[in-house]
């Protein structure tokens, strides 16, 4: 289970990477997040977590599903607190 989506292992794929040599993959069984419709997926052996959570035609498509992080914005800043900041020496 990863974030309430089941996901069954179904064995391993193998794949030709650029380089030519042949990597042997985990083989992903799960139904997509976005319609519900069952899809393979494959990661590497030394885990690539969290695995792919729709099929192919909704993949990329729709927003993070989750919960986003929160980005950090500081406080913007009066003239008259840099200029306090400035005078201890303090970057503002």
């Avoid at 695995?51 to 800043?77: D, F, M, Q, W």
Wanted: with cysteine.
């Amino acid at each position: 289970m990863y974030k309430g989506q089941r996901f069954v292992c179904s064995g391993s794929v193998q794949h030709t990477a650029k380089a030519g040599h042949v990597v042997d993959l985990i083989a992903w069984d799960s139904h997509c997040a976005e319609c519900g419709a069952p899809y393979t997926s494959s990661t590497n052996p030394r885990g690539d977590w969290p695995p792919v959570r729709r099929c192919a035609e909704h993949r990329g498509n729709g927003p993070v599903i989750g919960k986003p992080r929160a980005s950090y914005k500081p406080p913007k800043l009066s003239p008259a607190a840099r200029r306090s900041l400035a005078m201890l020496g303090l970057k503002p």
